[in-house]
């Protein structure tokens, strides 16, 4: 069974940084693209980050680009979300998640990490 593992998120001030991690395990990590998606309050859930199964390849949010850098340590079988300069409305419950090759969708979620920026 696939699971994934978040930690890291919080509170800080506007301007500050963060870092989320998802550790995974059930199966070969590099055998799925990672994603990070975010949830703001009273929103629908939205695609912030994506990273291809190698880590060569990465994808963004116009939300969140020259911000969030998106980063996998395959050896670590964990995704990790670094946010930089972050600001009051990337407020949201983060979520990682993960695609296995040749799905449609991605087929597994972390529970949910609240991060909190105040201004």
């Known amino acids: 069974q696939v699971q994934l593992v978040q930690s890291g998120g919080g509170l800080v001030q506007a301007g500050g940084s963060l870092r989320l991690s998802c550790v995974v395990s059930?199966?070969?990590?590099?055998?799925?693209?990672m994603a990070w998606f975010r949830q703001p309050p009273g929103q629908l859930r939205e695609f912030a980050a994506q990273?291809?199964?190698?880590?060569?390849?990465?994808d963004y949010a116009d939300s969140v680009k020259g911000r969030f850098t998106i980063a996998r340590d395959n050896a670590k079988a964990t995704v990790y979300l670094l946010m930089n300069s972050l600001k009051p409305e990337d407020t949201a419950v983060y979520y990682c998640?993960?695609?296995?090759?040749?799905?449609?969708?991605?087929?597994?979620w972390g529970q949910g990490t609240q991060v909190t920026v105040s201004s």
């Open positions: 998640a993960a695609q296995r090759g040749g799905s449609d969708d991605y087929d597994y």
């Open positions: 059930g199966d070969t990590f590099s055998n799925y693209r």
């Open positions: 990273i291809s199964w190698t880590g060569f390849i990465t």
